[in-house]
């Protein structure tokens, strides 16, 4: 019980740190004391009290959990509602030999059913002996032992220490600058200095800056240069540390209930994704990183997972590894004669025209227009905005070019991105809806647009000449149609052979 | 599933005819706050007599006159043998196709105004981000209510 009390006690930690921010604004430190002490043990009292009266029974129908102190809540999930069990275990918990359990029953992550802390063995048992119900095997035993069906494991991609080293040097990221400066915002009543007044900054800096002010021009560049250069060890570093947290040991098999994706050095997580349930997969990619042929594959799906995480299938592979996963799921990544069309003309010249429209208004207006610009700055003001306008305009011709689809083989392939290209592969049956797209300039120059409906994520095609978008339209209806996902959408086994 | 022609070439059925009235009124509720402002202007005498109130009235009662037909007249929706089809919008034509072996559940709502003229609006919601509901106004009441039953008894008949 301690074990659970304290493995909770993470998500306490907003109300004490509230408290002890509140408090410290109170002059007299015998009363800070006194109402730092009251409210840990209000907050430690809530959380003994939580954990007491949230239970739990496995029924012969359903899986019954009961929790809340002043309002009580019970939840009976039958056992065929609930699509798999995943576990995950943060660090404090793993510490003690805990998990998390959390029941995916398919509502999509919002009013999860969560087990707070249950140790690793109970945890494995509630998911076989749900597996197990959930099977049909009526007569399971409580503790079922004997449900090791032989769970043959196929593995499709790890990631090697190796490579996640290479992967999170891709993952450069200078986001440890921003908290840092946010959190020296926040606490500045800590720091022993003043944050905002330079000349502080200046008496810090003290003898070496003026030393370095005093050397010249050339000297004070090449140091900020250096200084520059130091971010890159530091984004270098953090990328690393921010991947190898979230993806150290990630491990890809099929398994008879779907595809398993364990990951996580301080956060294992372990979740099951059914085959059935994944509506379309996305290809992306980097910019630096597509030089080197290094892609990520995601899965567009309603199954449950970790609320800040995608459902990442392949984090960072060639694509000869990524095809096989693609093909497994139902959704093989396109050929190589692949047939490919763009989108209108009409739409690329709107679209250029529409970005460079304000910038060259905007020169155009300072040099016009009777404003107090110093002498001589409008000219190159305004040129230099025009440049901006042609680079803008050049940028969406070159969309127009990249961005391609494709309906082939009972697939709808959508790419689009210039430099670092996204690739959507959806089955036609999968979509919810389907829906043609005309603004007034779309029916000047006879293009539409086609929004798709994709649970859990979106699709869309833009700019298709009129008489393709409607193609499009009509096929992708027929074949919606023809699979019909009445009863529970999510449950659905393989569509029949149309 | 069969030979069926394909949703999009049949012909829109027009929305119920008590619909213009609604939009009417509901235009006329929005234009009150600009004429009345306007013609607070006109009495308050800060500019020269008619320059505002005339052409904000003018331009209420073209809305009034032209804005509800405009928009009856764009909106539409087909009922196939699987799919229900809603088209709406002026200026910005959004055809939305709902197969009913995707909808997830339906409502039949009807807010004050639409009680007053005997209309309501049919909503379906799917699983999709995109288009999660999809509403159908302008529908007689009864009309919005035997569409519903009629999606809810396919989806019946069809289910698993």
């Known amino acids: ?498 | 599933m069969d030979d069926a022609p394909p949703l999009a070439d049949e012909p829109l059925t027009p929305l119920d005819p008590a619909y213009v009235r609604l939009v009417r009124l509901l235009t006329g509720i929005a234009l009150a706050v600009p004429v009345i402002a306007a013609l607070a202007l006109e009495v308050a005498q800060l500019l020269p007599p008619g320059a505002v109130a005339v052409p904000v009235v003018l331009a209420a009662g073209w809305l009034l006159l032209r804005l509800p037909l405009r928009r009856w007249r764009a909106r539409g929706y087909s009922w196939g043998t699987d799919a229900l089809r809603v088209v709406r919008g002026l200026w910005w034509r959004r055809d939305i196709t709902v197969p009913f072996g995707r909808v997830q559940h339906l409502d039949v709502t009807q807010g004050p105004l639409e009680r007053l003229f005997g209309l309501g609006t049919l909503v379906l919601h799917t699983a999709g981000n995109h288009n999660s509901s999809v509403a159908l106004t302008g529908l007689a009441h009864g009309q919005a209510l035997a569409m519903r039953d009629a999606i809810r008894a396919h989806v019946a008949l069809h289910s698993r």
């Open chain 1, 1 to 498: 019980m301690v074990a659970g009390v304290l493995a909770s006690l993470p998500r306490a930690a907003l109300s004490i740190v509230a408290a002890i921010a509140g408090a410290r604004t109170i002059g007299d430190r015998g009363i800070m004391a006194g109402l730092l002490v009251v409210a840990l043990v209000v907050t430690l009292g809530w959380v003994v009290l939580a954990w007491r009266h949230h239970r739990y029974l496995i029924g012969p129908d359903d899986l019954r959990i009961e929790q809340g102190i002043l309002s009580r809540q019970v939840r009976a999930i039958p056992y065929d509602r609930i699509h798999d069990v995943a576990l995950r275990e943060p660090l404090v918990a793993r510490l003690f030999g805990l998990a998390e359990v959390a029941f995916d029953t398919g509502t999509g992550g919002k009013d999860e059913a969560k087990l707070a802390f249950v140790t690793r063995d109970e945890g494995a048992r509630l998911r076989d002996t749900v597996r197990a119900r959930r099977a049909g095997v009526v007569d399971a035993p409580a503790d079922a032992t004997m449900v090791q069906e032989q769970e043959v494991a196929r593995t499709l991609f790890v990631l090697t220490p190796a490579r996640l080293l290479l992967f999170g040097i891709f993952e450069f990221s200078l986001v440890v600058l921003a908290v840092l400066a946010g959190a020296a915002q926040q606490l500045d009543f800590l720091l022993p200095f003043e944050l905002y007044d330079w000349r502080e900054w200046r008496e810090i800096g003290g003898g070496p800056l003026h030393w370095l002010l005093g050397l010249g021009l050339a000297v004070q560049v090449v140091a900020a240069v250096l200084g520059l250069l130091l971010l890159i060890p530091v984004g270098l570093l953090t990328g690393i540390v921010r991947t190898a947290l979230r993806d150290w040991g990630f491990r890809l098999e099929e398994t008879s209930r779907g595809l398993r994706r364990r990951r996580g050095l301080l956060t294992l997580s372990d979740v099951v994704m059914p085959l059935e349930r994944v509506q379309a997969l996305v290809l992306g990619t980097g910019l630096l990183r597509r030089r080197w042929g290094w892609h990520g594959l995601q899965a567009i799906s309603l199954a449950q997972d970790s609320k800040d995480q995608s459902h990442t299938l392949v984090p960072f592979a060639q694509m000869a590894e990524v095809a096989p996963v693609a093909a497994l799921a139902g959704l093989p990544l396109p050929g190589e004669g692949q047939a490919w069309q763009r989108a209108s003309a009409g739409w690329r010249n709107h679209r250029m025209v529409l970005s460079a429209v304000l910038p060259g208004l905007i020169g155009l207006g300072m040099l016009v227009l009777p404003l107090d610009l110093p002498a001589g700055a409008a000219l190159p003001a305004a040129v230099s905005l025009w440049l901006v306008a042609v680079v803008l305009a050049f940028r969406q011709y070159y969309l127009w070019r990249h961005n391609r689809h494709a309906l082939a083989d009972g697939l709808l392939y959508s790419r689009e991105g210039w430099l670092s290209p996204r690739l959507a592969i959806a089955a036609p049956a999968k979509l919810q809806s389907a829906e043609l797209r005309q603004g007034p300039l779309a029916r000047l120059g006879q293009y539409a647009d086609l929004h798709l409906g994709l649970a859990g994520g979106t699709l869309a095609l833009h700019g298709l000449p009129v008489e393709q978008a409607r193609a499009i339209h009509s096929a992708l209806l027929a074949r919606m149609a023809a699979v019909d996902f009445s009863a529970a959408n999510l449950h659905a086994p393989d569509p029949p052979a149309t």
